[in-house]
């Protein structure tokens, strides 16, 4: 069974830079992508960017895209996602997530980390 636990979130001021990380287990990660959400008190959940663990392409929401970075390390099972020039727009709960390649729904999701970007 696949877990995945995040953090690095915090407080930090518009123009700031954080860097989450999860760390996954459960299983080989060979065939699978790996992605960060995020959700804003009283909005769904979003998808952020995500990753294939295997060859590596990347794909980003728009509204990210130039500002975050998001990475593997295939070794020791951890996914990044490396945020610079944070906006208060990117304020919310971020949600590491993980599924099989052949699929579209995201089967394993983290318990969250807080990212709170003040102006």
Do not use: H
């Amino acid at each position: 069974q696949v877990q995945l636990v995040e953090s690095g979130g915090g407080l930090v001021q518009a123009g700031g830079s954080l860097r989450l990380s999860c760390a996954a287990s459960g299983r080989t990660f060979s065939s699978y992508v790996m992605g960060w959400f995020r959700q804003a008190p009283g909005k769904e959940r979003e998808f952020v960017a995500s990753i294939n663990w295997t060859y590596g392409n990347t794909y980003y929401a728009d509204s990210v895209k130039g500002r975050f970075t998001i990475s593997r390390d295939n070794a020791k099972k951890w996914v990044y996602l490396q945020m610079n020039s944070l906006k208060p727009d990117d304020t919310g709960v971020y949600y590491c997530a993980a599924r099989d390649t052949r699929a579209t729904k995201w089967s394993s999701w983290g318990q969250g980390t807080q990212v709170t970007v003040s102006s």
